[in-house]
């Protein structure tokens, strides 16, 4: 029986991105609405708003355009180390013949650094190595990371931002 090959999301960048965060391939949820991180149980949202503590709005409550913009506005871009993949499911170990996304083509100006959104992302590091820039492992965001507390994320990715000037 023939699989499907998946296509990911278009880069959410723009020309001001300093910090690249790539994870590795949207899960199901992410790919039915066409927005990064759209399963609710990903705390990539949460974890970004508890970095930039925002007015009464909640930015993981917010549009999708919304999070976009804001997102931005800190600096921060998104996208994902494979470009399509063959993948039942959501999990990362179910990624078959993935075909990688042309990170350097990005050409971001501002660019400081890359920080890896978990493991399999982080596999790809000796590609984004190469870009010249300071690359990172991000402890994923992803519900199957449970053995990572939400406070010892939040630690890990406030870090990186910090180091590189958006806190």
Same mark, same amino acid.
């Given at each position: 029986?023939?699989?499907? *090959?998946?296509?990911?999301?278009?880069?959410?960048?723009?020309?001001?991105?300093? *910090?690249?965060?790539?994870? +590795?391939?949207?899960?199901?949820?992410?790919?039915?609405?066409?927005?990064?991180?759209? $399963?609710?149980?990903?705390?990539?949202?949460?974890?970004?708003?508890?970095?930039?503590?925002? +007015?009464? $709005?909640?930015?993981?409550?917010?549009?999708?355009?919304?999070?976009?913009?804001?997102?931005?506005?800190?600096?921060?871009?998104?996208?994902? *180390?494979?470009?399509?993949?063959?993948?039942?499911?959501?999990?990362?170990?179910?990624?078959?013949?993935? *075909?990688?996304?042309?990170?350097?083509?990005?050409?971001?100006?501002?660019?400081?650094?890359?920080?890896?959104?978990?493991?399999?992302?982080?596999? $790809?590091?000796?590609?984004?190595?190469?870009?010249?820039?300071?690359?990172?492992?991000?402890?994923?965001?992803?519900?199957?990371?449970? +053995?990572?507390?939400?406070?010892?994320?939040?630690?890990?990715?406030?870090?990186?931002?910090?180091? $590189?000037?958006?806190?």
């Amino acid at each position: 029986m023939p699989t499907t *090959v998946l296509t990911g999301l278009p880069p959410l960048v723009s020309p001001a991105t300093r *910090v690249l965060i790539l994870g +590795s391939f949207p899960g199901v949820r992410s790919l039915q609405t066409q927005q990064y991180y759209g $399963h609710p149980q990903n705390q990539f949202w949460r974890i970004l708003q508890a970095i930039w503590p925002l +007015s009464p $709005h909640e930015i993981s409550a917010s549009s999708y355009e919304n999070r976009s913009k804001w997102l931005l506005e800190r600096g921060l871009g998104v996208w994902d *180390v494979y470009a399509s993949c063959e993948r039942e499911g959501s999990l990362d170990s179910a990624i078959r013949n993935a *075909v990688p996304n042309d990170i350097a083509a990005l050409h971001l100006p501002q660019l400081q650094a890359i920080a890896h959104n978990g493991g399999e992302s982080f596999k $790809h590091a000796r590609h984004t190595r190469t870009l010249g820039v300071p690359v990172y492992q991000l402890p994923s965001t992803s519900p199957a990371n449970a +053995s990572w507390s939400f406070e010892r994320k939040l630690a890990a990715w406030r870090e990186v931002m910090e180091q $590189h000037g958006l806190v």
